[in-house]
Each structure stands twice: as structure tokens, then as C-alpha cells.
């Protein structure tokens, strides 16, 4: 661990060397007319999340071309960078040094928190804004970094949301949580059971299992004894889908959901139709359910021919109020810029208005609840 | 009672595939003295080789699709098994077992990777899957897929156990494991021998592959590595190279994890699985089955 964190803080310290000689060049050059604003992209394109981070690729290389076409920031065009962060901290380390010593004036996107949490100590050294669209882990904003932007609500706010709805909308008493041992998921498992606690109910279960095997009957026969009303499963949509298989075809009492690293249609296909009908989601709100991002989904199904999924809006809109903020800071002068982020009032996204509180997180949650019915998400 | 019964189906579900897997690591074990971590992922092959086969047969495929579906899986994988063997272990036989052992690491990373690149990195959902209906049975369900898991398993396992004590090449891999030299002087094909032994193996692992996508429904290139794993254990301790011992440590390591789980909850499965690993190897370091010397293969 030592050693881990002695190599963190030479390879931070000298990226810091690095970036404090090459960005000089990128602002000399910009200075001219022909000047660009470079803007780092860190998402997982390689590994089991992959996917989710050519979605957010795609969304904001949209944004960004569609503000480029209108003639960029103040005659500044955006050039994107992307890096691979493949969801591992060690690969973030590396993908966040890499893009600090390029100059990049901010970064955005994030998808797994664990990825998130060593590389955004790395741009709060070199100053870098740093806009997450995705990764919502409580831990994020605890770090109390100032650079740090989160458009998605957190882990607190999702909880609360989660708790809310088993007690109250379905009426609940006796929760069972169940996670698989990843930062993000025993998070917001345990988020969760203090919410259920504070708002009334009981949870009579907090389990783990792990996601690299498949049978998890041992664990939800034991979960089954307890009876509980509803089981609500924190981690990700491949172990999910089996999770839900399971539990019905052992017959578990209750209903099950799950938490927005599970919203992939994909859930729906591993557990079945059958076993999934009436499961319910708790996600932040994705393009298809807003009724604004029509033309949207239409765009973007039009230049990548594929669904948008479900972080693309928000990384969409996150490029665009990062855009904002820059031309709202006047200069591309990173210090400015993580001022104007932070005096974001009310900007106009997808998922609602958007203003910061202090500590970087969205002041106003935005999430929503989804069923499943006929082997299709629906809004509740 | 009807927990302890439900918690016997899935040990007995989970011992299955282990057993199966656990039979391959061991006949190598027993016939060349090599660890072979490629095994679990010829599972994974498996799993794929029947996910692509029955892909081709579209939404509608029958019984006769599984069917084809499941012995291409088991061809394949013997096959493959075949292959790594002539390719990878046969140069290396003479040289140090470490050099093999690093070896065997470094297919089972060809595997891994290959498949990815292949078939994507995403998790990928079976296209044909057993049914979910069953019957109740003392408060405990257990549905028919799991019979057919059991018998299936329980079928190919006796079938293997005949072959290797009755047939005149199961005498011969016998023969092999007890001294190499002496059996080549007897005139028997060794190198010939060996290659069946990789190929029913692997074949085994590759048919549980397929069970196993069959079952449950989802695959990845990474499936392979943690059912390898506890096949490995399993197989170590029955006492590797014996093959009612690989069947049994299967069975052990899925009662062990059930019952872990209702003991000590689900997060603490592992921690007493494998405390009790410990304390049968220290115990008794040949395995539950290992000290039959001549029973190996």
C-alpha cells in the first residue's frame, strides 16, 4: 500500500513536471486566432464496461461537433482526447497522467467510480476540471476536491430514492440488500441501508456475492428464510440478470430491483422475460424517457446506428454545459473555468435544470423509477 | 428441513460442474504430472463453441440443435485440448515442470484473450435456455433442468469411470501414470495415449461449458478462470489424480460453499471453503481419495 501510494505520487508529481512545461506551448498557440481548446475524454473502452464508454465517446464527440459547427467557443474549436481508463484504478492512473502532461484545460466523462477516485486526485493536483457524467459514488465529492463535477446525482441521493420507493410506493417493511463487493456497489448497498433504517424499515439482509461466478441459489435460499418484501441489488446489469433468474425460480418472497448500474436491457435478456417482468429500476434519467430528447435519439441514432444508451444523454449534456462554463470563464484558463462551473444556475439539460451545490453534486436529484413489463423498461 | 434441502440441490447443482471440470485436471494431473490452468477455460470454450453453433441455428432451434449444438461443443473442445497438448506441452515434457506450468498460464491467456477478440468482451446471453419449471420436493423447488444437469453429469462421469477401468486404453493411462518409460517399453503408444487423455478431458470441460451457458444463461471470456479455480480445488482435494476423488471434491467444495453461506453468510463462503481446504490438506496432504496409489491414472 505504501509503495502504491510512494509510485501514485512520483507519477503525479511528475506529470505535474510534465504539464508545467507543455501546456505553455498549447496556450502561446491559442492565443493566435487558430487557436483550440483541448478537452480530455477518460471512459472505459476496453474491459466488461466497455460499452458504456463508447456510448459516452459517441455522446460527447456529438456535443462537441455540434458546438464546433456553430463556430466553437469564441472562435476556438474543441479537440477532444480520448483515454481508456478500462475501469481499473491502476489504468486511470495512468490514463489521467497521460492526459494531464497533454494540457488538456479540462476532462470529462466517467463511468466506474473505482476508476474515478485515483485519477480525480491527479487532475485536482494539476487543476484540470474534471465534469462526471456518469460515476455517482458518495465518495467522489467526500474527497472535497473543488475541480470536481458531478451531473449525475449520487450514491446518498440514489439511496434515498431506492428506500423511498420500497417503502413507500411498494409499500414495503423487511428489505434485503444485496451488492458484489465493488466501491461503487457495497457504497451504495450501505447508503441504502441507512436510508431504509432512517425512513422506517428494516433491512433483514446485506449480502454479498461474487460477480465472477454464476450460481447464487445458496445465498438467496438464505435470503428467502427471511421473507423479505423487497431485495434490492446495488451492483452491475450481468450479475444482476442472473440475480433476478434466481430469485424467482426459487421463489423468493417480494419484489426485486436494482440499482443504474444495472440499466442495460441486457438485465432483461440474461434473467428471462418471465422472471423479469414487474422488476424495477432505479436510474437517473435516460434519453429514452424524456420526452425532450426526441431529436436527440434521433441524431444520434442517425451517425452511430445504434441505441443511445443509457449514459449518453447526460454525457451529451455534460459536454454542452462544460462548453458553457468555458465560454462563461472567458478564457480557456483552467482556474477560471472551475469558477464558472461552480456559478452554473440553472442550466438547461435533458434530465432537468442544473446548478451545483458546493461540494460539486447536483443540487436538485434526478432520478426516476423504471418497471420492467412485457420485457421492456417502462416509466413508473 | 427445507432449507437444508433446497441448500443440498444447489451444492449438488454447483458440485456438478465442478466435478466435471475437476475430472479433466486431474487425469492430466495423473498422466503427465502437469497442473494444466488452461482447463477452465476449455469450459469457456465450450460455452462459446455452443453459444456460436446454436446462434446459427436461429430463435427456433429444437431439441435437435441442442443436441448438435452440444457434441460440436465437446468435439471442439477435445480437439482444442488435442491441439494445446501437441502444440504447447508435448516440446516441454522433458524440460523442468516449472516451464510447463508457465506455459499452461500462458494458454490459458491465449484462450482468454482469442475469445475476446472474437466474440467481443461483453457478457453475452445464450440464445437457447433450459426451462425454469420444477416441482416441489420436501418445501424445496427443484426443476428439471437440474435433474437433467444431474443425471447428465452423473452419466458422463460413470461412463468415464468404466472407460479408464475397464477398457484396454484406460488401462493403458493407468499404465502411463504409474511409470511413463516402463509403458513406452511395453510397446505402447504413450504420446497416443496422452492425446486421448487431453482430448476426453477437455472434452468434458467443454461439455459443462455448455451446460453451464445452457443453465444459466449469460457468458464471457472470463468464465473460465474462477469455475478453474475451485475445479482445481476440488480436484486437490479429492487428491488429485484420482478420479472418484475429483468427482467427490466436487461435491465436497459445493456442500462446503452451500454451507458456508448459511453458517457464515454469503460473503464468508470462500473464507470457510477453503479454511477447511487447509485443514484437509494438512490433515491428510494426498486429498480424501489420494492414497490409493495404484487407483491412479
Not at chain 1, 168 to 174: A, D, F, N, P, S
Not at chain 2, 19 to 48: E, P, Q, R, W
Request: hydrophobic share 45%; with cysteine.
Amino acid at each position: 500500500m505504501k509503495s502504491w501510494q510512494k509510485l501514485g505520487l512520483a507519477l503525479t508529481l511528475s506529470s505535474a513536471l510534465l504539464s508545467a512545461c507543455s501546456p505553455e506551448a498549447v496556450n502561446n498557440s491559442s492565443g493566435g486566432g487558430s487557436g483550440e481548446i483541448l478537452i480530455g475524454v477518460q471512459t472505459p473502452t476496453t474491459g466488461s464496461s466497455a460499452k458504456m464508454g463508447e456510448d459516452m465517446n459517441n455522446a460527447i464527440k456529438m456535443a462537441t461537433e455540434e458546438i464546433n459547427e456553430k463556430g466553437g467557443i469564441d472562435g476556438k474549436k474543441i479537440k477532444l482526447e480520448f483515454a481508456d481508463d478500462a475501469c481499473d484504478p491502476q489504468t486511470a492512473t495512468a490514463a489521467a497522467n497521460k492526459l494531464v502532461s497533454q494540457g488538456v484545460k479540462a476532462v470529462i466523462g466517467f463511468y466506474c467510480s473505482g476508476a474515478t477516485l485515483p485519477s480525480s486526485g491527479i487532475y485536482h493536483n494539476a487543476g484540470v476540471p474534471v465534469m462526471v457524467t456518469a460515476a455517482s459514488s458518495a465518495k467522489i465529492p467526500a474527497q472535497g476536491y473543488k475541480e470536481v463535477f458531478l451531473t449525475t446525482a449520487t450514491t446518498d441521493q440514489q439511496s434515498e430514492a431506492a428506500a423511498e420507493y420500497m417503502l413507500k410506493t411498494l409499500g414495503g417493511k423487511r428489505v434485503a440488500i444485496v451488492h458484489d463487493n465493488t466501491a461503487f456497489a457495497k457504497g451504495l448497498a450501505e447508503t441504502t441501508q441507512t436510508a431504509v433504517q432512517k425512513q422506517g424499515g428494516q433491512v433483514v439482509a446485506f449480502e454479498a456475492i461474487n460477480p465472477e461466478e454464476k450460481d447464487f441459489t445458496a445465498m438467496l435460499t438464505q435470503l428467502k428464510a427471511q421473507k423479505p418484501d423487497a431485495t434490492f441489488w446495488t451492483a452491475y446489469y450481468a450479475a444482476g440478470g442472473l440475480l433476478i433468474k434466481q430469485f424467482e425460480q426459487l421463489g423468493v418472497s417480494g419484489a426485486i430491483g436494482v440499482g443504474d448500474g444495472s440499466n442495460d436491457k441486457t438485465l432483461i435478456e440474461i434473467a428471462g422475460k418471465e422472471a423479469a417482468e414487474d422488476a424495477f429500476v432505479i436510474t437517473s434519467p435516460t434519453a429514452e424517457f424524456i420526452p425532450e430528447a426526441k431529436s436527440f435519439i434521433d441524431t444520434y441514432k442517425s451517425k452511430f446506428n445504434m441505441e443511445p444508451g443509457p449514459y449518453t444523454a447526460v454525457s451529451y449534456d455534460g459536454m454542452r454545459l462544460l462548453a458553457d462554463a468555458i465560454k462563461r470563464a472567458g478564457s480557456d484558463d483552467k482556474a477560471a473555468i472551475v469558477k464558472a462551473l461552480s456559478e452554473t444556475k440553472s442550466f438547461k439539460t435533458f434530465g432537468g435544470d442544473v446548478s451545483f451545490k458546493s461540494d460539486g453534486t447536483l443540487e436538485k436529484s434526478n432520478f426516476i423509477v423504471l418497471k420492467v413489463k412485457n420485457g421492456q423498461f417502462t416509466r413508473e | 428441513m427445507e432449507m437444508f434441502t433446497q441448500q443440498m440441490i444447489n451444492a449438488l447443482i454447483i458440485g456438478s460442474f465442478y466435478a466435471l471440470i475437476a475430472l479433466g485436471y486431474s487425469m492430466v494431473y495423473g498422466i503427465i504430472k502437469l497442473l494444466n490452468f488452461a482447463h477452465g477455460d476449455l469450459y469457456m470454450v465450450g460455452a462459446f463453441v455452443g453459444f456460436a453453433v446454436l446462434s446459427l441455428f436461429g430463435g427456433g432451434t429444437g431439441l435437435l440443435g441442442v443436441v448438435v449444438a452440444f457434441f460440436a461443443a465437446l468435439l471442439f473442445g477435445g480437439l482444442l485440448g488435442i491441439g494445446i497438448e501437441r502444440v504447447a506441452y508435448r516440446p516441454l515434457l522433458s524440460s523442468p515442470r516449472l516451464t510447463i506450468l508457465i506455459t499452461a498460464v500462458g494458454v490459458s491467456l491465449v484462450l482468454e484473450n482469442g475469445v475476446m477478440k472474437s466474440f467481443g468482451p461483453s457478457f453475452k446471453v445464450y440464445p437457447v435456455q433450459l426451462p425454469t419449471e420444477g416441482f416441489q420436493i420436501f418445501g424445496a423447488t427443484l426443476t428439471y433442468a437440474q435433474i437433467l444437469i444431474i443425471l447428465l453429469s452423473v452419466l458422463l462421469m460413470t461412463a468415464l469411470h468404466l472407460f479408464v477401468t475397464r477398457s484396454l486404453y484406460g488401462k493403458a493411462m493407468r499404465a502411463i501414470s504409474i511409470d511413463h518409460a516402463a509403458t513406452s517399453l511395453m510397446g505402447i503408444p504413450v504420446t497416443r495415449i496422452i492425446s486421448l487423455t487431453f482430448f476426453i478431458g477437455s472434452s468434458l470441460a467443454a461439455a459443462s461449458g455448455m451446460m453451464a451457458g445452457m443453465y444459466y444463461g449469460q457468458i464471457s471470456f472470463m468464465m473460465g478462470f474462477i469455475v478453474g479455480l475451485k475445479a482445481f480445488t476440488a480436484a486437490v482435494i479429492g487428491g488429485i489424480g484420482s478420479i472418484p476423488g475429483a468427482m467427490l471434491g466436487g461435491l465436497v467444495l459445493g456442500l462446503l460453499e452451500s454451507f458456508g453461506t448459511v453458517w457464515l453468510g454469503s460473503e464468508w463462503k470462500d473464507v470457510f471453503a477453503f479454511s477447511i481446504l487447509i485443514l484437509i490438506l494438512v490433515l491428510k496432504p494426498t486429498g480424501l481419495l489420494g492414497e490409493n496409489v495404484t487407483e491412479r491414472m
